[in-house]
Each structure stands twice: as C-alpha cells, then as structure tokens.
C-alpha cells in the first residue's frame, strides 16, 4: 500500500546576519577541527548519571573543539515547556556543568518538541563561529501534530558554511517510506539567508545526526538476536533500511557514515542491556546515527575532508531504552587564515578594587549596535550569561580605524575575588561573541596601594 503522505509545518526563527571578513578566493591554508557528536534519546528520563563517561572519554590531548549534543525525547509536558522558556532545562544544564570544567562554553542552543540541539566551543574559537542561523521543520502525519521533526544550526566555522541538522524521524519498522520522505521534505523546507548557502546541501559541510529511527528490515527477532550474539553487524548492516535507503539514492544520498562496529542501540529493556522483551516487541536498531556530506563541485571541494576517528554506543547507560551514540570526526577550515572582527589590546593584570580600562579595534566590516556589550567572565565560564559584569561596547567601533575604542569597567563592578578572567565581545546583530581576549589575572590591590588610596580619599573629603 502506498504511505501515507507527511506534510510538514514551518517554524523558522528570524535570524541578523553577520558577514564573514575574508574572502576565500585564494586560501588553501587548513586546520584540522575535532569535533564530538552526541545523539542520545533520552525518553523522558532526568541527568540522574554522571555524563563524565559519554563526553570525557578521550586523553587530553585527543579534547574535542566543538562539542555538537542532540538529545530527543526530553521531558516536553505542559509544565515542562512552560519551564523551558524559562530555563534550559536539567539535561542542558547537566551538560553545561560538565563542560564549562574543561573550558566549553555554550554557543547556542535550539528546542524543538522534545528534541534539544546544544553547541559548545572552547573558548579561543567562539570569534570564528559566526553568522549563526537556526530553522526549525515539524512533521506532521494526517493533520496532525508529531513529536518529530529537525532543527538546524547553520554557521560559518573558520570560513566554510557548515549545517548540522538534528532530527527525530518517523518511528516503527512498516515506516520506512515516511521516513526517506521526511528527508526531502527537511532538505524542501529549510531555507537560510546566507549568500552562499540558501539550502541544507548548498553548505560546504553537512552533518545530520539523531534519532533516525531507521530499523533493521526483513529478519525474524531471534535471527537478529543470534546474529548480534556472534558479532555479524555485516549481515545486520545489509538488512539496515538506512543504509539501503542511502545505497539506492532514496534518501541521504552522497552522506557518509563511520563504520558500525557496536551492536544496535535499540531497543532495551530499562536499567538493563536486554533486548526488548515487553509487548509490542520491537525488533533490535541502529535507529541513533551520525552522517556526514561533503559538498562536491566547489571550487575549494578538493580542500574539504571530514574524518572519522571514533564512532561507538556507550552500553554504561541504562536509563532510556536507547544506548547513546557518539561520533569523533575531523575537519579541514581555514584555521590558519582566520581573522578575528574584534582585537583587544594586551592586558596584564586588573586589580578587584580599581577601574579596569581595555582598547579594542573593530573590523571595518563588522557593524556595530548601540547593543553590543563586553562582559567580563571568570576563566571557564558557562555561556554569555555567566558574566561578572559588563559595559557597553562604543557604538561605530567599526569606524574608529586603528585609532580604536576604549572602555572603562568601574571598580564598584568588578569582582572581589581574585582569579582568572576574560573579556568577551558579544554582537547584538550576530547574537554570539565575536571576540575574546586572552586571560588575565585579577588580583587584590597592594597594601601600599590602599594606603594611597585611603590617603587620596581623605584629601578629597577636606
């Protein structure tokens, strides 16, 4: 029988758009950018287990630099969304907590019907992740509302226009068509501002992760169970509607996905590693996948390269009925060439009871509002929120040329506890930071410093 045909309803965030500073006409200097996917549905469950072991397992020297964490089926009751207009909710900031220790800082969150997209950066990056963009496609079957859908982050990373969709697809075994047609009408719907990238698959990368829902088609329960048991994910991996919908060009054709070495991640019994046991039995899956496209025909395709390093499911977690899914891939941006919009000018050291000053040129192409601010943060802080304190950035920085701005932070406001702090430069047309300073070190004024102080005050009061 023909599927019953999904339609889709819009939901698109009005975004202000920053443009890059360089051109790319001629750079082929690249880095490399290490970055963590996490897709995880959660069913509903709290953070009650520590994260450490999902998202700090690598050496120290293998840390990612982007962290990109898709969650689905996070508690979406009425009491639960009004909350989340407040606030971000337990699994963000979980996550954030976690993060925040070894230095991530939260780029930019997204939420749509139970699915959380979450980006963090370490900080020394958050300048070259501009021009941020979110669209939002929810599914619907018959006129009616599913919990199902995508949302997009669309941003230019160190000059290449990258798009990571997170989605929560169809679900059950007979729906496979509908789910090869939510692909189309995802990559229909989703459209962005950016000159060079109007649509998903005009972007120089494309990473598309989550709950695909994608099921292992054709086989009996007790052959996939035996089949899992002797460790022949080849044979499973040939029954995978996924990968043959990719093969036959139905749907996700040209992406790419790391070898599945890790048995299916669905579905288990809680608090168990039993495969489903309850009626209505589901069949085992690989629904949780990570994958990745790489734009052809461009004039700077032959630089782009994505790499896997690490695709695995994590069996420690036993709260959903899903194992969590991770994938460590590498990709090639023009680190090298990258030019900050904002400079701040060297400082040493502030003391917590004197004005602290900074200079600061802008880009000529960056344009300024009277809303731009810089904070100052505490070393490893959570997000733009996180400040100490902050004043408003000169409004027409941009025209200042190399004469430059300057700011004053009055010692009323700045912290009475000695430490490591930075400047941040948020962007009220980018809505993200466009600039941060290196740390320095704020410390507790010298005692013959407060004398003269005290004696400098008490000559003012005669």
């Given amino acids: 029988a023909p599927s019953t045909p999904v339609h889709i309803i819009r939901s698109q965030q009005p975004m202000r758009i920053l443009r890059p500073v360089n051109s790319r006409d001629h750079v082929h200097n690249m880095g490399l950018l290490r970055i963590l996917f996490c897709s995880w549905n959660v069913a509903s469950t709290q953070p009650d287990e520590s994260l450490t072991e999902l998202l700090m397992s690598v050496s120290s020297k293998e840390m990612p630099d982007i962290y990109i964490i898709g969650l689905q089926e996070v508690q979406s009751d009425p009491v639960s969304k009004v909350k989340s207009a ?44 501009r021009d941020i963009e979110l669209q939002y496609t929810k599914l619907t079957m018959m006129n009616v509302f599913w919990s199902k859908g995508a949302v997009s982050l669309s941003a230019d990373i160190y000059g290449c226009r990258t798009c990571i969709i997170h989605s929560h697809l169809p679900a059950h075994l007979e729906a496979w068509e509908e789910r090869n047609q939510a692909y189309h009408d995802i990559i229909a719907d989703q459209n962005f501002e950016s000159e060079t990238a109007k649509t998903i698959l005009d972007h120089h990368y494309v990473y598309w992760f989550g709950d695909l829902n994608y099921r292992i088609d054709g086989l009996p329960m007790e052959t996939i169970k035996k089949m899992i048991q002797k460790s022949d994910l080849q044979s499973l991996q040939d029954n995978d509607q996924l990968c043959i919908s990719r093969g036959k060009g139905d749907a996700f054709e040209g992406f790419e996905e790391g070898p599945i070495t890790f048995s299916p991640t669905y579905k288990f019994n809680v608090d168990t590693d039993i495969y489903d046991t309850r009626p209505p039995v589901r069949v085992p899956a690989w629904c949780d996948r990570v994958l990745w496209k790489v734009k052809q025909g461009d004039k700077h395709s032959c630089d782009l390269e994505v790499n896997v390093h690490e695709y695995r499911s994590h069996k420690n977690y036993k709260r959903s009925d899903h194992k969590p899914v991770t994938a460590i891939l590498t990709m090639k941006a023009y680190i090298e060439e990258a030019q900050p919009l904002v400079k701040f000018g060297a400082i040493d050291h502030w003391y917590c009871s004197l004005d602290g000053e900074v200079e600061y040129t802008v880009h000529p192409s960056v344009n300024t509002a009277t809303w731009d601010w810089i ?88």
């Avoid at 900031?93 to 749509?112: H, T």
């Avoid at 004469?403 to 912290?415: A, D, S, T, W, Y």
Wanted: glycine content about 8%; aromatic content about 12%.
């Fill in 375 to 462: 904070g100052l943060f505490k070393i490893n802080f959570k997000d733009s929120k996180d400040y100490w304190t902050y004043v408003w950035a000169v409004n027409g920085g941009e025209s200042k040329g190399e004469l430059g701005c300057r700011v004053v932070f009055n010692e009323i406001h700045l912290p009475n506890d000695p430490g490591r702090y930075m400047l941040a430069y948020y962007s009220y047309h980018a809505d993200t930071f466009i600039a941060v300073s290196d740390p320095f070190k704020v410390k507790v004024v010298p005692q013959n410093c407060q004398l003269i102080r005290r004696l400098f005050h008490a000559v003012g009061r005669v």
């Fill in 86 to 129: 407040i606030m971000e909710g337990a699994w963000t900031d979980a996550i954030k907590e976690l993060l925040s220790q070894k230095g991530y800082v939260q780029v930019k969150r997204a939420e749509l019907s139970g699915q959380v997209l979450n980006m963090f950066s370490l900080s020394k990056h958050l300048p070259h992740i």
